[in-house]
């Protein structure tokens, strides 16, 4: 089955910094990958995805990228601010979508004011 | 419209004692999944269902039984609880690609 690691697993920066989360995924067969934001005690809430035919996706200040062939993606805020503290996951799956989703362990970052 | 609606939102378990955890939508999604959330970890596929009458094992399926009688609901049932079940529940479900969580059940088992 599909395993989804993700690194760090922990990050802080400075406020108006940028962050960057990698993931990488050993499925080739996975063609489905969304971002997921945490806050303490809160459900999951999906922040962007991408599909494996696009190699980059924008929405205002976050980005997620996707290298097919190293099979990793990454998620990148810019211009962090202090809500952007939360846990963050990435995950895969195929079918684009339609299929379970594999988690990575999350990435719980800290914005320093 | 409610979304995904999970119960109880807290419960303590003895060990060997049963329960079922409740998972109800109303936005007439096939997809339905179950998830566990160990603390600091990521979230891990228990069991999913692609409709009624259809459920199949996840990655961490020992423990736990589902069914899935209808559209709507898709209960969670534990026969004997164990320490290792202490976690947090996430109930989902799916249309297209946009997922849709439950707010979560905490259950510690003691």
């Known amino acids: 089955g599909e395993n989804v690691e993700q690194h760090p697993s922990t990050l802080s920066v400075q406020e108006g910094d940028s962050a960057v989360i990698k993931c990488t995924y050993s499925?080739?067969?996975?063609?489905?990958f969304p971002w997921y934001k945490q806050e303490l005690g809160k459900r999951p809430q999906l922040i962007i995805d991408?599909?494996?035919?696009?190699g980059e996706k924008k929405d205002q200040r976050i980005a997620v990228t996707l290298n097919k062939t190293a099979k990793h993606f990454s998620l990148h805020i810019t211009e962090t601010q202090p809500e952007d503290s939360a846990v963050y996951f990435c995950?895969?799956?195929?079918?684009?979508?339609?299929?379970?989703?594999?988690f990575g362990t999350g990435t719980r970052l800290t914005i320093i004011p | 419209n409610a979304g995904v609606t999970q119960t109880p939102k807290f419960r303590i378990l003895k060990i060997g004692q049963s329960m079922t955890l409740q998972c109800t939508q109303d936005?007439?999604?096939?997809?339905m999944y179950w998830y566990r959330q160990d603390p600091g970890m990521g979230l891990k596929l228990i069991y999913y269902?692609?409709?009624?009458?259809?459920?199949d094992k996840g990655e961490v399926p020992n423990g736990y039984n589902v069914s899935r009688s209808t559209t709507e609901d898709f209960p969670l049932r534990l026969e004997l609880a164990a320490p290792s079940q202490t976690s947090v529940y996430f109930c989902?479900?799916?249309?297209?690609?946009?997922?849709?969580f439950g707010s979560g059940t905490r259950l510690t088992v003691v």
């Open positions: 499925d080739s067969a996975s063609n489905y």
């Open positions: 991408i599909r494996s035919n696009v």
């Open positions: 989902a479900s799916m249309v297209g690609t946009s997922y849709t």
């Open positions: 936005m007439n999604h096939n997809y």
């Open positions: 995950a895969a799956s195929n079918n684009f979508g339609n299929e379970k989703l594999t």
């Open positions: 269902s692609v409709g009624a009458g259809i459920t």
